[in-house]
T-cell receptor, first 114, second 111 residues
Framework: DSGVTQTPKHLITATGQRVTLRCSPR?????VYWYQQSLDQGLQFLIQ???????AKGNILERFSAQQFPDLHSELNLSSLELGDSALYFC?????????????FGPGTRLTVL | DQQVKQNSPSLSVQEGRISILNCDYT??????FLWYKKYPAEGPTFLIS?????DKNEDGRFTVFLNKSAKHLSLHIVPSQPGDSAVYFC??????????FGTGTRLKVLA
């Protein structure tokens, strides 16, 4: 158990809908990262937050947004969903946001868009 | 454009033998590399890392080798155990905070 929790575990929705994925980092970790893993793909970095502020952005679509709240939990919002958004979404956290800080991953949320 | 490539999607090795997982990268600005292991229905877990100022880092049965001139790194597992069966991802970092992951290699260790 990494200490990072993600809810829900599974999500099934329809095209055009909007969903919110939630992540609680390990106790004491200030940085949260979001990744997308599509079928047979590596983990694609989406976005990083550090202590409530956006720190780095990857290949995140404009239909996706995220935020980190004062209690350090984070939410990833996916809107106008398309079939291609079906994937595993992972959240990770680290003590700070330095690249040398090990990232601890949650178990992921599996999103299925029908 | 895939900056980090793991060209072998799968690998099978006998228990007790060496497992060698390979990773190639294209961006010479990458200066920190990591290996993560992932079991089904779990998130990836950190295994071992190496800075570009080194060419080898060891941690128990796991050794990572870095060949900067070839832009190649490899993970050696000796001896391999059935519990090592998992998907292994390499990742690279440049001056930014972004990790760039490869597509993974599924290792199966046969008892």
């Amino acid at each position: 158990d990494s200490g990072v929790t993600q809810t829900p575990k599974h999500l099934i929705t329809a095209t055009g809908q909007r969903v919110t994925l939630r992540c609680s980092p390990r106790s004491g970790d200030l940085s949260v990262y979001w990744y997308q893993q599509s079928l047979d793909q590596g983990l694609q970095f989406l976005i990083q937050y550090y202590n409530g502020e956006e720190r780095a952005k990857g290949n995140i679509l404009e239909r996706f947004s995220a935020q980190q709240f004062p209690d350090l939990h984070s939410e990833l919002n996916l809107s106008s969903l398309e079939l291609g958004d079906s994937a595993l979404y992972f959240c990770a956290s680290s003590v700070e946001g330095d690249r040398h800080n090990e990232q601890f991953f949650g178990p992921g949320t599996r999103l299925t868009v029908l | 454009d895939q900056q980090v490539k793991q060209n072998s999607p799968s690998l099978s090795v006998q228990e007790g033998r060496i497992s060698i997982l390979n990773c190639d990268y294209t961006n010479s600005m990458f200066d920190y590399f990591l290996w993560y292991k992932k079991y089904p229905a779990e998130g990836p877990t950190f295994l071992i890392s190496i800075s570009s100022i080194k060419d080898k880092n060891e941690d128990g049965r796991f050794t990572v080798f870095l060949n900067k001139s070839a832009k190649h790194l490899s993970l050696h597992i000796v001896p391999s155990q059935p519990g090592d069966s998992a998907v292994y991802f390499c990742a690279a970092v440049s001056g930014t905070y972004k990790y760039i992951f490869g597509t993974g290699t599924r290792l199966k260790v046969l008892a």
